[in-house]
Every structure is written in structure tokens, then in C-alpha cells.
């Protein structure tokens, strides 16, 4: 620690950017819970129910930080997606600023299935309860098999669930295996799956080492659905990855 601080000090240009993500972590600290405590606030009242406070996700809460970050966000929509029915959306995992993107992206109010460690985070945990995300747990297979048949529920009443299939978050430069069972949500709903290609989230925000973002492009594309009618966990995982792995090789 100390040759770090050492460090910053003969280097301005490095003290700079360390003076300026601290900003940026206060920023997005306060942006966050300040959001979470008003589309709380506004679920208590009941206005809107939980679309109200999903929508304030994607308006507000999301491009703040995107801006905060310095992020230029493109998207890549694809005309072929009928956004009125239910989807699991499956993307390749790089940084926390994903969730930003597609929040962002994806013009429908979207949920996600999220770790379990994710409940002992203050707010986030309140907010995900409130708007009806999931959280799965790394072990247990009775309460994993419960949480699917909660997310498998929500996609059935019409919801659009976002997973991470891969488990964890990658370094970018790699997409790894899709775990099969995160596919189980969209056959016992009987939804398509939507695979979409996130690129440069892990440029911009590191899921390494302390908070520190550099401003970057960030380029949201989506696939085409997969129906899952006669398909099995394994071979839905497969096409799921070939079409991220070929949106992200369409690089301009």
C-alpha cells in the first residue's frame, strides 16, 4: 500500500485519475441509493406496482451512471424481437456495469436472476425484492431448484428475466461455457431464448482490483431468439454461446 501511495504521488497523471474514480465511487454510491430509496418509496405507495419502479431503473437510475462513467453506449437492436412476450435474456458477463447496459438496452421492463450474495448488499437487496427478481443460491440444489421454479414462474406471467450463464464475470477478452442449467427458466416457461452480446463494459469498469473506470464504448447487440420447444439445457447452451461469440466477432 504504501509504494502504491508512493506511487500516486510522483505521478500526477495517476493521482489524477485515482482523485477522479474516488469521485466517481461517491457518485455512484449515492446516485444508487438515492434511486433505490425512491423507487422503494414509490412501491410502498403502490404507483405503478413493480413496472413503475423497473422503468425508473432504465430512465434514471441506469444512464446516470453510465454517464457518470463516461460510457457511450450504442445499441444494435434487432427487429426480428417481438418485446410483448416473456424472454430469457442471456448475455457473456464482464462487469457490474452490464446490468447498467441492459437495463439501458432492452426497451421493456427487465429482471434478473441474481447471486445470493447479492441479498446482504444494502438496497439492492429491498430493490430486487420489491420489482420480484430471484436470487439463486451457489449451493444447495433443493433451494436452486426452488429459485428456477420462482424465475420459471415470473417468465410464464410474462416477465423478461436476464441470466448470466456463464456464473461469473470474464475478463472480456474470453466468453466461457454456458452452464446448462441456467436454460432450465426458459423450457419449464416455455419461453425463447435471447442471446445478447455485451462489448467493452469490462474496459470501461474492471471486475478486478479497486473501483476504477475509464471512459469507453459500450456496444449492446441483440440475437435471435431461440425457440425451445423439443430442445435439451445442453443444446440450448451451445447455440446461446455461438450467437454471443458471433455478435461480439461483428465488430466494426
Same mark, same amino acid.
Given at each position: 500500500m504504501n509504494h502504491r501511495i508512493a506511487a500516486l504521488r510522483t505521478d500526477p497523471a495517476?493521482?489524477?485519475?485515482a +482523485?477522479?474514480?474516488a469521485l466517481q465511487l461517491v457518485f455512484t454510491l449515492l446516485w444508487t441509493a438515492g434511486w433505490i430509496a425512491l423507487a422503494?418509496? +414509490?412501491?410502498?405507495?403502490?404507483l405503478g406496482q413493480r413496472r413503475l419502479p423497473l422503468r425508473m431503473a432504465s430512465s434514471c437510475w441506469a444512464p446516470g451512471l453510465l454517464w457518470g462513467?463516461?460510457?457511450?453506449?450504442?445499441?444494435? =437492436?434487432?427487429?426480428?424481437?417481438?418485446?410483448s412476450r416473456p424472454y430469457v435474456l442471456v448475455a457473456n458477463h464482464q462487469s457490474a456495469i452490464d446490468i447498467c447496459a441492459l437495463f439501458r438496452? +432492452?426497451?421493456?421492463?427487465?429482471?434478473f436472476l441474481l447471486k445470493?450474495?447479492?441479498?446482504?448488499?444494502?438496497?439492492?437487496?429491498?430493490?430486487?425484492?420489491?420489482?420480484?427478481?430471484v436470487f439463486i443460491p451457489r449451493d444447495g440444489r433443493r433451494a436452486a431448484a426452488a429459485s428456477l421454479q420462482r424465475s420459471a414462474d415470473l417468465v410464464r406471467a410474462g416477465a423478461v428475466l436476464c441470466i448470466f450463464p456463464e456464473g461469473t464475470r470474464g475478463d472480456g477478452a474470453t466468453v466461457a461455457e454456458f452452464k446448462p442449467g441456467a436454460f432450465q427458466t426458459a423450457l419449464a416457461a416455455g419461453a425463447d431464448v435471447l442471446p445478447v452480446a455485451l462489448e467493452g463494459t469490462g474496459a470501461v469498469l474492471p471486475a478486478d482490483g479497486l473501483f476504477g473506470v475509464r471512459p469507453g464504448?459500450?456496444?449492446?447487440?441483440?440475437?435471435? =431468439?431461440?425457440?425451445?420447444?423439443?430442445?435439451d439445457r445442453q443444446s440450448l447452451a451451445r447455440e446461446a454461446r455461438e450467437q454471443v461469440l458471433a455478435l461480439?466477432?461483428?465488430r466494426s
Open positions: 495517476r493521482l489524477a485519475w +482523485v477522479l474514480n422503494l418509496a +414509490v412501491w410502498a405507495l403502490g462513467a463516461g460510457a457511450r453506449l450504442e445499441i444494435e =437492436p434487432n427487429p426480428g424481437i417481438d418485446w438496452a +432492452v426497451p421493456v421492463p427487465l429482471r445470493q450474495e447479492m441479498q446482504r448488499v444494502p438496497f439492492v437487496n429491498g430493490y430486487a425484492r420489491a420489482t420480484g427478481m464504448r459500450i456496444r449492446v447487440r441483440f440475437g435471435t =431468439p431461440i425457440a425451445v420447444a423439443g430442445r461480439l466477432r461483428e
